[in-house]
């Protein structure tokens, strides 16, 4: 089990940048596959950025050149860089994490943030 605190959700203008923060603590970060996903307002979940053990990264096509997901492991956390950010972006950010990256990206993993709400308006 690890426990995942989510933070640097705020609003910002469309085309601007924000940075999320994901803090894991409670066992050995480094064997966890992250993630982090996304929902809006009326919509299911939906997987957003995938980091593996090994360092491999996914994104889904809709964040493909403007988001970016990386992790320190000796901070135990994870990062979401989130640039050029649009409307349709907005929603509520969590992370996860799993041995299995295929769990990751099912949205079944064990391990999930509270999230952190992002707005992107004018």
């Known amino acids: 089990q690890v426990q995942l605190v989510e933070s640097g959700g705020g609003l910002v203008q469309p085309g601007g940048s924000l940075r999320l923060s994901c803090a894991a603590s409670?066992?050995?970060?480094?064997?966890?596959?992250m993630g982090w996903h996304r929902q809006a307002p009326g919509k299911q979940r939906e997987l957003v950025a995938v980091r593996t053990r090994g360092g491999s990264t996914n994104y889904s096509d809709s964040v493909k050149g403007r988001f970016t997901i990386s992790r320190d492991n000796a901070k135990n956390a994870v990062y979401l860089q989130m640039n050029s950010l649009k409307p349709e972006d907005t929603g509520v950010y969590y992370c996860?994490?799993?041995?299995?990256?295929?769990?990751?990206?099912?949205?079944?993993?064990?391990?999930w943030g509270q999230g952190t709400q992002v707005t992107v308006s004018s």
């Open positions: 996860s994490a799993d041995p299995d990256v295929s769990s990751v990206k099912a949205g079944t993993a064990q391990n």
């Open positions: 409670g066992s050995i970060f480094s064997i966890f596959a």
